[in-house]
């Protein structure tokens, strides 16, 4: 197909079938677009929250779309890039009878839903991919783990332990836009068998990057071809500058599993 002639020996349109996005707000605003011109087949968005005028400078929502719900106004962004989509909304806060796929995108707006999300999503025995990605309003963090590397307990707290920042300090719509984007690449990375950071922590000002738990993915070369194995492997030796920036946390993810 011309459309993804551009990127058709990079992304393998096989892989994109469908996927759960559990909140619809700032992140998955910019997110939801993002897959849809990737090629992804079919959504399923959960969020039980309207846009409100508040959320125009923090979202890619356009303002016309104030009052309705957020899984509406995603649909409604995935449709402008991609008319074949299909989209299945629940307009509520995830809970376990809610459908999951084998890829989840987490974007909500508090830790105890990533945690019930990712404990759930564990029980499935197809699973490929869960990306979590978290932000303030200058900073972000990207939680990559697929069915074989899984080190989320490690990155996760309770949100009484996250401070929390000034109404009018929360958010900014080029943090929600970075964060969307180093999540779609790392849920390209997982799914086509690459090389991929489980934690990654980005600061924009100031300008900072932090990263731990790499997957290396072992290829050989022959005749000139590379081959994915699917084994895979820590380089410590390579990862010396990472940032410890999740130290402690396994206890708290410990406590609530």
Same mark, same amino acid.
């Not at 079938?17 to 759960?20: K, Q």
């Not at 376990?96 to 989840?104: A, H, N, T």
């Given at each position: 197909m011309l459309r993804y002639l551009r990127n058709k020996d990079l992304i393998n349109q096989s892989l994109l &079938?469908? =996927? +759960?996005i559990i909140g619809a707000g700032g992140i998955a605003s910019a997110l939801v677009t993002i897959l849809a011109q990737m090629g992804f087949k079919k959504f399923h968005i959960c969020d039980d929250d309207k846009l409100e005028e508040h959320n125009l400078s923090t979202t890619a929502y356009p303002d016309d779309f104030v009052g309705a719900s957020k899984v509406s106004c995603a649909k409604?962004? @995935?449709?402008? *890039? $991609?008319?074949? !989509? =299909? =989209?299945?909304?629940?307009?509520?806060?995830w809970e376990?009878?809610?459908?999951? &796929? /084998? @890829?989840?995108l987490l974007t909500p707006d508090n830790m105890e839903t990533r945690l019930d999300v990712h404990m759930q999503w564990k029980k499935n025995n $197809?699973?490929? !991919?869960? @990306? /979590?990605?978290?932000?303030g309003a200058l900073t972000m963090e990207v939680i990559s783990v697929d069915k074989d590397n899984d080190n989320f307990g490690k990155t996760w707290q309770p949100s009484s332990a996250i401070s929390d920042e000034a109404c009018t300090a929360k958010h900014t @719509? *080029? +943090? !929600? $836009? =970075?964060?969307a984007g180093l999540g779609a690449s790392q849920l390209f990375n997982v799914l086509h068998n690459r090389s991929y950071w489980q934690y990654i922590r980005h600061s924009l000002a100031p300008l900072s990057f932090g990263r731990e738990y790499p997957i290396n993915k072992i290829t050989e070369v022959k005749d000139g071809t590379e081959k994915s194995e699917n084994k895979t492997s820590v380089d410590k030796s390579r990862h010396n500058v990472a940032v410890r920036t999740t130290q402690g946390r396994q206890d708290n993810y410990v406590k609530q599993a």
């Open positions: &079938s469908e =996927v +759960t409604e962004m @995935i449709y402008k *890039f $991609n008319k074949k !989509a =299909v =989209v299945d909304m629940y307009l509520k806060r376990p009878e809610c459908y999951l &796929s /084998d @890829i989840v $197809n699973r490929k !991919a869960l @990306i /979590d990605m978290r932000m @719509i *080029f +943090t !929600a $836009n =970075v964060v």
